[in-house]
């Protein structure tokens, strides 16, 4: 069955769908948080700026994969904590981190 020249997908959808994955795959790679988040005692808290966190009076670098905040630790990478939403972030044994 022959559509015609405009069949799906023609040489300018396919350009769209390269631009917005390549979008997509620059907006994952550069994403960061930014803030304080802490417990509801207020005991456990954590700040971002940029692409460095500080917890417990250590500053180190992180990284985002997955939805999973991850620092690196002796050449291993170390998941510390889950991005539960927005304003939400889940800490082990503690709980949840709401964004200040």
Known sequence: MNI???SFPGPDMKKLIAISMMTLL???CGKTLDGTYADQTGAA???FKGNTLEMMG???EY???DNKVKI???GAKVTILTI?????LVLPMVGELKKK
């Open 4 to 6: 015609g020249t405009n």
């Open 26 to 28: 620059l907006a994952a």
């Open 45 to 47: 808290e954590i700040t």
């Open 58 to 60: 250590m500053e180190v």
């Open 63 to 65: 990284k985002i994969e």
């Open 72 to 74: 690196e630790k002796d």
């Open 84 to 88: 539960k939403d927005g304003d939400t």
